[in-house]
């Protein structure tokens, strides 16, 4: 395993065990020729567009990250490219949960589906596939300010928290995408899926914090253009992985504004173009605007105003007790004081008690299966926190400890599990009015901290109200005075996904477009396929080639007469020699007409091909054009 240069960020490794379900092994062997031959397609119109309007540095990236144009990449090499830049590429399939996808991401790893799109969305997918991640997301990352972007935002994005909505909405466009790029997929099933997007969509449901980090990650990562309004440049892995859509978005009618951190703002939806982008200065303002808006976020906010959130999100989150005690749950009541901060916190179950996003043993959602509850803030009269409290003040109130448990000097030692005994029940009163009645029987303190205090026999009251009764169980109190930063998500994902059982299994394998009705087309391209080395090094067609692809011509106009990527790879291998095939101008003519008569996107697609596959034509003894490939022109 190659090793990160001691200049460069350190690569993760192993990759954390929650994240291993999501990786899939790439099977090269599913990919058809007609894949290679999409792929290939996508890279050669691309890239002369791509030197007049991407970022100059995507062009030279590519080369760096191993893509070529000739194949679909392996992420195996992929990843030992990325490795010199501090990254690395790990194979999934489809869609995977936007939060795994950013965790990979805040790690240094590229997620990249292995997928490669049918060659009927060549043009675009809703679906997460080779070319959009390796064509797309892969190259810049060579550009350290882009990298660095990359990273803040996964980093940012795993705080972020997410509703139950947010869960619904991707469900729904994974199976979305899913079908669509299913070979064997049906008219109705993916009107189907359209119609249960389109009702997530409007049923209406607030803008939680990763739904606005989505639209960051939108128009940036995705659709962003860099440098000047009058003259921006792609960088987006959406568009750079779209001959349709980079093509289009240069129109006037694609509206350019600034980047700021107000794109929070503005809604997209994946199904149809675009119809503005925006555009930031360079790939350092990327940052700033990104630290701007985590400014706003629970996480970095905190108090009522982070715990308000995560009630509306309804999913899990985690809240962090000056203590630095982490409380992972869905948050079901957060009650105030007259001053309007944190009294008592109720979280539904399953719920984690966790401390530097390691569960604490015995506080994972197995033992709090039902949920948890705590009250928080100053305890009344004393203003030394419950947290720091001394030995003494313990032993006032009449606990006593095994002389054992204590540090020579008499101390509460600062770190481990400890055993007390009161003589008596022991009265806690909040400054919010909380009445805390039970006995005290275990502490835990880290870092010279009490972080819990188990009570027995424990009730809990606010006025008339019963918050905790003592016919519940034990009750593990947090020492804690405020909220400090309030995430989506479980502190320790692992143990919490394992433990309650949301660790997906192995996601579905590699998709493979190779179906019953295209094995006979694959094999024409594959037989023209490996015939191309030859012919474009050769200056003149033989006579046996050229029996070859006369018979190759002839079975594609009689059997699969709708197809025209291969008809385009048959004019390439021919047009730059004197003397072409007489199917030649046949051929070409044919295209041209489903050029001028198509009302899809191969339309589109053909004449963008035609006008980069057969970009120069030979020239004649007499130094005169050949006439085919001046029509050619003409009808570009």
């Not at 062997?29 to 890279?43: G, L, P, Q, S, T």
């Not at 909405?169 to 079908?179: G, M, N, P």
Request: proline share 6%; hydrophobic share 40%.
């Amino acid at each position: 395993m190659m090793t990160t240069r001691a200049c460069l960020p350190p690569v993760t490794d192993p990759i954390p065990e929650h994240l291993l379900p999501y990786i899939v092994p790439q099977r090269p062997d599913f990919y058809m020729a007609m894949d290679h031959a999409a792929w290939r397609y996508i890279m050669k119109v691309s890239q002369p567009f791509f030197q007049a309007h991407a970022h100059p540095n995507y062009l030279e990236g590519l080369a760096k990250t191993g893509i070529s144009t000739e194949r679909i990449p392996l992420i195996e090499e992929m990843d030992t490219c990325l490795r010199h830049f501090g990254w690395r590429a790990v194979g999934v399939s489809g869609f995977i949960p936007p939060a795994v996808f950013m965790e990979f991401q805040s790690l240094g790893i590229l997620p990249i589906a292995c997928d490669m799109r049918k060659l009927e969305n060549l043009s675009y997918t809703p679906a997460p596939d080779i070319v959009h991640e390796a064509a797309g997301h892969a190259p810049l990352i060579a550009d350290p300010d882009y990298a660095r972007y990359l990273r803040q935002y996964g980093e940012v994005s795993r705080k972020a928290i997410f509703s139950d909505k947010d869960v619904a909405l991707y469900e729904a466009i994974r199976h979305l995408s899913e079908v669509k790029e299913n070979p064997a997929a049906t008219q109705a099933d993916v009107q189907a899926a359209q119609s249960r997007f389109e009702s997530v969509v409007a049923s209406g449901h607030y803008v939680s914090e990763m739904a606005c980090l989505a639209r960051v990650f939108w128009w940036t990562v995705e659709y962003g253009l860099v440098g000047s309004l009058a003259e921006p440049k792609i960088y987006g892995a959406g568009l750079l992985s779209s001959v349709g859509e980079s093509f289009q978005c240069f129109a006037p009618e694609v509206l350019k504004l600034p980047f700021t951190v107000d794109a929070v703002m503005t809604g997209y939806d994946i199904t149809r173009p675009q119809p503005q982008l925006f555009v930031t200065p360079d790939f350092a303002a990327l940052s700033e605007q990104l630290q701007a808006y985590a400014n706003t976020m629970a996480f970095r906010r905190g108090g009522i105003e982070g715990l308000a959130k995560a009630l509306m999100a309804n999913a899990t989150s985690t809240t962090v007790l000056d203590t630095a005690l982490q409380i992972s749950g869905t948050l079901a009541e957060a009650l105030t004081d007259s001053q309007n901060r944190p009294a008592f916190l109720r979280f539904q179950g399953p719920c984690q008690l966790a401390l530097d996003d390691r569960e604490l043993p015995g506080h994972g959602p197995e033992y709090h299966a039902q949920g948890y509850s705590t009250p928080v803030g100053p305890i009344e009269g004393v203003s030394t926190p419950m947290a720091a409290w001394s030995l003494l003040e313990w032993q006032q109130l009449g606990v006593q400890f095994e002389a054992s448990q204590l540090t020579s000097e008499g101390f509460l030692p600062p770190d481990g599990r400890f055993n007390g005994l009161a003589k008596e029940p022991v009265c806690l009163r909040y400054a919010s009015g909380i009445v805390l009645e039970g006995t005290p029987t275990q502490w835990l303190r880290s870092a010279g901290q009490t972080l819990l205090v188990q009570f027995q026999q424990c009730r809990i009251t606010w006025g008339d109200r019963l918050l905790y009764s003592p016919d519940w169980g034990a009750f593990d109190l947090a020492c804690g005075e405020q909220v400090l930063s309030v995430f989506g998500g479980a502190a320790d994902r692992a143990s919490y996904l394992a433990k309650t059982d949301q660790l997906r299994p192995m996601l579905q394998q590699q998709k493979c477009n190779r179906t019953s009705h295209n094995q006979a087309l694959d094999h024409l391209y594959q037989q023209v396929r490996e015939k191309r080395p030859a012919l474009l090094a050769a200056s003149r067609v033989s006579s046996a080639d050229e029996a070859f692809l006369t018979r190759i011509v002839q079975q594609l106009s009689d059997d699969h007469p709708s197809d025209w990527l291969l008809s385009l790879e048959l004019l390439e291998l021919v047009h730059g020699h004197l003397q072409r095939p007489a199917w030649y101008d046949e051929l070409l003519a044919t295209l041209q007409r489903r050029m001028e008569t198509d009302t899809t996107d191969v339309a589109s697609l053909i004449r963008r091909g035609l006008s980069v596959f057969l970009a120069s034509a030979p020239e004649s003894a007499s130094g005169e054009r050949v006439a085919s490939a001046t029509s050619v022109k003409g009808s570009l």
